[in-house]
């Protein structure tokens, strides 16, 4: 059988030819007391408790695991099941990864997180987690995520986190963590850099996968519970892709379990305007690692685009990288407007609102599930709830009602001042 | 062949001199213009000019030289735009060795031994590149290196510890760059405590000069920093000092007139 798990902290985290610790000398020392802080927190049974009993008193776990029976007969094949990560505390997967992250800065003596957030759902899991055990906390965000996200940094805000707008170069994610790097770099001493997906320098694609993993491992448990089975299809959005590995990684040695991991394919492949790097990026080295980016020919990256600000990223984690390299996971795209009516679907037949990220694999299994056979089992991962996206789904959908209720408000606040 | 850098370093020596090494982004503001800045820092004292090839995603670089790499990117600058430029340069200013700066995609992109073959053709002397630890190969870059006559420069930083300081002291070529702060590339007043504690440490692996950089931007940085290594390395003073100018000439003039000063040498 072939092998689709390595130990990454045997190979200085390369995940075959992928991963790797490129970061600045400076940073090194820091990579590398973090690497050494998790190996003994991942040995110790109390740690392990104390990351669990959190999960479960503070963030609500487990998620469900949902039949979608008028979702499934409407496409009329597979049976389809959501697991609803948004469900959670702060509305999204993210918060498994940073509750676990700020355990071990609490662990390693640090009194600040600073993180990186596009869509904001990693930001407010941040300031969350902040707020509960005392750290202070800096979110930087691109300015033109804040403008798409302003809600979750209002949040973020009263949480009492200070929110960083970063005004250079596309201003999204990608820029957000630059300066993460950049402000952690100059704040070692007192602070943890809480990346939020599975990507960046050893050993964060790999830390940030184990906090994930407990989304596959439910899954499992629940399926066997409801079905007396392992799913066939797994399904789930890849930005970064930590809630695509969290899913698939305790899957990986069963074979008969096909995975499908979902990009945003933007206005259009064709078009230029997207964030598939496995449609249309090449192998570089940015940002502390190895992977699949989206760059033109002299290696500098290129701007993307999504109408999900979470999957705006020209890069993707590197064991996503290895995984399509060996084929174990196959990656598919689907477009901002695929995305938009998936959305819709699930919302007048089941009644669940998906995060727009989350919506784009809900677009995958509209596709996919007609093929299936009625008999077949598929889980969607609807990695975050999307109340945040209220503003960008109103103005996507031309709701005018929303429009002039916003209007009012603006009239309104202009009156009280 | 004997490197530049060997026969530069080994001049400044002999005459008891501290030297500066400048720095500019290639095509920051445009091309034309950073090549009259390039002889500028020639002209005005530079023993050594690092020429950064401008990316799009400076990972160690404060808002001062991350902008300019962004603003030369805007201006269309492409890396066989920064090969021309520097090959260009190397014929002028035969007296100035010259080294690329680079982020590690760009080598990378172009391919580790045609970006080395191609920078030792165009008269470059070394490459920085911050982003490779000497525990990844990068493709081989620093037998790339040394295999065109260039040397490798790797960065020391006051966290690197013992071990550490030793592996990069036994790989590097021509200097070791130790960075004098824990931080990002910025104009900065303060400067790091411990400084002649990581330098003796760096001392102790190594017969190689020193390059103190990262926030030098003072005579009084540079009169310090001459009593611990052999080369100041001015890098984005001289960008936020371009930058106040009026005019051209007047940048110009305040960049010329700041590195005459470091020296003493001014009026």
């Known amino acids: 059988m072939k092998k689709y798990t390595l130990d990454s902290f045997s190979t200085g985290g390369h995940f075959g030819p992928y991963g790797g610790m490129y970061a600045p000398e400076m940073l090194v020392p820091a990579l590398q007391e973090l690497e050494a802080a998790y190996l003994e927190a991942r040995a110790d049974k109390g740690f392990q408790q104390e990351f669990e009993d959190l999960l479960r008193t503070y963030s609500g776990r487990p998620t469900p695991l949902y039949l979608g029976e008028n979702f499934s007969r409407r496409l009329g094949g597979a049976r389809v099941y959501f697991k609803q990560e948004g469900l959670g505390q702060t509305g999204s997967h993210k918060i498994n990864n940073v509750l676990g992250q700020a355990l071990l800065a609490r662990r390693m003596g640090k009194k600040r997180l600073i993180a990186e957030t596009g869509a904001g759902q990693h930001g407010l899991a941040t300031a969350t987690a902040a707020a509960r055990f005392g750290f202070e906390c800096e979110i930087f965000m691109g300015e033109v995520d804040m403008m798409r996200q302003r809600p979750n940094v209002f949040w973020m805000e009263q949480l009492g986190a200070t929110v960083t707008p970063v005004p250079y170069g596309t201003r999204t994610l990608k820029d957000a963590v630059n300066e993460s790097f950049k402000n952690w770099i100059e704040n070692l001493e007192d602070t943890h850099l809480l990346v939020g997906s599975a990507l960046s320098a050893h050993p964060y694609p790999t830390i940030v996968r184990d906090f994930q993993c407990v989304i596959g491992h439910e899954v499992r448990s629940q399926m066997m519970q409801a079905e007396g089975r392992l799913p066939d299809v797994l399904v789930a959005c890849v930005g970064g892709g930590s809630n695509s590995l969290g899913m698939f990684y305790p899957f990986l040695g069963d074979e008969q379990v096909e995975m499908i991991g979902v990009e945003a394919a933007g206005l259009g492949i064709g078009t230029g305007r997207h964030s598939a790097r496995f449609q249309g990026g090449r192998l570089g080295v940015i940002e502390g690692y190895k992977s699949y980016f989206l760059q033109d020919e002299d290696g500098q990256t290129l701007g993307t685009h999504s109408v999900a600000a979470g999957l705006d990223y020209p890069g993707i984690g590197p064991e996503h990288a290895w995984l399509h390299d060996l084929g174990r996971v196959k990656y598919t795209g689907a477009t901002d407007s695929e995305t938009l009516e998936a959305m819709k679907l699930l919302m007048r037949t089941e009644g669940l609102i998906p995060a727009l990220e989350s919506a784009h694999a809900v677009a995958e299994a509209v596709r996919r599930a007609p093929a299936m056979r009625p008999d077949q089992l598929m889980v969607v991962n609807l990695s975050g709830r999307g109340d945040k996206d209220i503003f960008i789904v109103a103005e996507a959908l031309g709701d005018r009602a929303w429009m002039e209720f916003l209007r009012s408000k603006v009239e309104a606040a202009d009156h009280g001042e | ?267």
């Open chain 2, 1 to 267: 062949m004997e490197n530049k850098i060997d026969r530069k370093l080994a001049g400044l020596k002999s005459s008891g001199t501290h030297g500066l090494m400048a720095h500019i982004v290639v095509g920051y503001p445009d091309l034309a213009r950073s090549e009259r800045l390039l002889d500028t820092l020639a002209d005005s004292g530079a023993d050594l000019i690092e020429l950064q090839v401008p990316f799009s995603d400076p990972l160690a670089d404060g808002p001062t030289i991350m902008t300019a790499n962004l603003k030369a990117l805007e201006a269309g600058v492409r890396v066989a735009d920064v090969f021309r430029f520097a090959e260009k340069a190397a014929g002028r200013l035969s007296g100035v060795p010259l080294l690329f700066m680079s982020y590690l995609n760009i080598p990378f992109n172009y391919g580790m031994e045609a970006f080395c073959r191609d920078s030792a053709a165009a008269g470059i002397c070394g490459l920085i590149v911050p982003d490779i630890p000497p525990e990844e190969t990068a493709e081989g870059y620093r037998g790339h290196c040394l295999d065109h006559g260039l040397h490798p420069v790797y960065i020391l930083s006051p966290s690197s510890t013992e071990q550490r300081v030793r592996l990069i002291a036994s790989l590097a070529g021509g200097f070791i760059y130790c960075t004098a702060m824990v931080g990002i590339t910025g104009a900065r007043d303060k400067q790091q405590a411990g400084l002649q504690d990581f330098i003796s440490r760096v001392r102790a692996h190594t017969g190689l000069p020193l390059a103190l950089g990262f926030g030098i931007s003072s005579r009084e940085h540079v009169l310090r920093a001459a009593g611990l290594a052999e080369v100041s390395v001015i890098g984005s003073k001289v960008i936020d000092l371009y930058n106040q100018g009026a005019s051209e000439e007047d940048s110009l003039g305040r960049v010329s007139g700041f590195l005459r000063s470091l020296r003493g040498s001014a009026p």
